[in-house]
């Protein structure tokens, strides 16, 4: 069973930086896609970025490209999402996911697994 917990969510002003983390287990995740999700209250949940995990090859949203990097550690399992020049409508709910396979997806139903979240609020 895979399961995917995240970490690192917090408050911090405009301007600043967040790293959250995403630790994978139950599976070898050579065939699997990472991404990251996020969700605004009222809005709904959309694509912030994503990583191959066997070749590392990253993509992401226009709206954070340039100041987020999506990486991945092999040897800790985990995938992690560095968030620079935070601005107030990055605040939302922040999820990992992932799945077989190694065509990216920006959409939810393409993502077999979820985390459960971690709140991300950045203040003006």
């Known amino acids: 069973q895979v399961q995917l917990v995240e970490s690192g969510g917090g408050l911090v002003q405009a301007g600043g930086s967040l790293r959250l983390s995403c630790a994978a287990s139950?599976?070898?995740?050579?065939?699997?896609?990472m991404g990251w999700f996020r969700q605004a209250p009222g809005k709904e949940r959309e694509f912030v970025a994503a990583?191959?995990?066997?070749?590392?090859?990253?993509y992401y949203a226009d709206s954070v490209r340039g100041r987020f990097t999506i990486s991945r550690d092999n040897a800790k399992n985990t995938v992690a999402l560095q968030m620079n020049s935070l601005k107030p409508e990055d605040t939302a709910v922040y999820y990992c996911?992932?799945?077989?396979?190694?065509?990216?997806?920006?959409?939810?139903?393409?993502?077999?697994?979820w985390g459960q979240g971690t709140q991300v609020t950045i203040s003006s």
């Open positions: 990583i191959k995990w066997s070749s590392g090859s990253t």
């Open positions: 139950g599976r070898t995740f050579n065939s699997y896609t």
């Open positions: 996911a992932a799945r077989y396979g190694l065509v990216v997806v920006t959409t939810t139903p393409g993502y077999n697994y």
